[in-house]
């Protein structure tokens, strides 16, 4: 197995495993860039790479600004948060590091709390793993509102072939100049949620299985 150039000869107990340069690069493109707050949508102010809240807990304000480096910054601190729940679900279960990377990007963007409640989770768990379901269920979530998005869909393929092991280099990270459009939601969401105009899901607090959003507890429906 090759990944980023690499020989991936044997899966690693995730306590070994971190979230590659490469996986971190996928999830800036995927979530584009704002430099200035914006509604999300959903009521919840949204900056950078879909951060909502700072490392402190407290959320992101109408009005905040940020750069590049300071976005790049918040991203790693969620992505930090985010890996270290991860762990705590999945457990012993070893992955290759494309596998832990296509899970860290879903689990940014639907929120770790949805990523550890998922059917996802419960076929890592099986005995012995169904890493080949694993992957497919990332295809799940891909709706907002009971709606299919177009540009969810080509997110989860992409966070599916990165799963499997076929991975191609993103593109860079964009800055949105358009006002979201209206939001729509599906099974297991519970805040509804802009579609950007990079195709991406602006990000929500609240999620749920297929939920698409962003950073910390953000989701799409199955």
Same mark, same amino acid.
């Given at each position: 197995?090759f990944? *980023?150039?690499c /020989?991936? %000869?044997? +899966?690693?107990p995730?306590?070994f495993?971190?979230?590659?340069? =490469?996986?971190l690069t996928?999830?800036?493109?995927d979530? *584009?860039? +704002?430099? #200035? ?6 009521? /919840?102010?949204?900056v ?13 304000? +109408? ?9 790049l ?8 948060k985010?890996?270290? $729940?991860?762990?705590?679900?999945i457990?012993?279960?070893? =992955?290759?590091q494309?596998?832990?990377? $296509?899970?860290?990007?879903? #689990?940014?963007n ?10 996802l989770? %419960?076929?890592?768990?099986?005995t012995?793993p169904?890493? #080949?379901g694993?992957c497919?269920?990332? =295809?799940? !979530?891909?709706?907002?509102? *009971?709606?299919?998005?177009?540009? =969810? ?5 992409r966070?599916?072939r990165?799963?499997? *092991?076929?991975?191609t ?19 297991g969401?519970?805040t509804?949620?802009?579609t ?5 899901i ?5 999620m749920?299985e297929? !939920?698409?959003?962003g950073?910390?507890? %953000?989701?799409?429906?199955?």
């Open positions: 197995m990944y *980023g150039g /020989v991936l %000869k044997h +899966r690693l995730i306590v495993l971190a979230l590659s340069a =490469l996986g996928f999830i800036a493109s979530e *584009g860039y +704002r430099d #200035a707050s914006y509604n999300d949508g959903g009521g /919840v102010q949204t950078g790479f879909g951060t909502t809240t700072h490392p402190d807990g407290t959320p992101v304000k +109408r009005g905040e600004k940020t750069d590049p480096v300071r976005a910054i918040a991203l790693q601190g969620h992505v930090t985010t890996e270290s $729940a991860m762990r705590q679900c457990g012993a279960v070893p =992955l290759y494309h596998e832990w990377d $296509a899970f860290v990007r879903l #689990a940014y639907i929120g770790s709390h949805a990523f550890c409640g998922s059917t989770l %419960k076929k890592l768990h099986q012995p169904d890493y #080949a694993a497919h269920e990332i =295809l799940r !979530w891909n709706k907002d509102n *009971g709606r299919v998005i177009p540009g =969810l869909v080509k997110r989860r393929e966070e599916y990165q799963c499997v *092991g076929v991975t280099a993103p593109s860079p990270p964009t800055r949105s100049w358009r006002s979201p459009p209206s939001p729509t939601s599906g099974e969401a519970l509804p949620s802009p950007r105009a990079d195709g991406a602006a990000p929500s607090p609240f749920g297929g !939920w698409d959003g950073v910390e507890d %953000k989701g799409a429906s199955s």
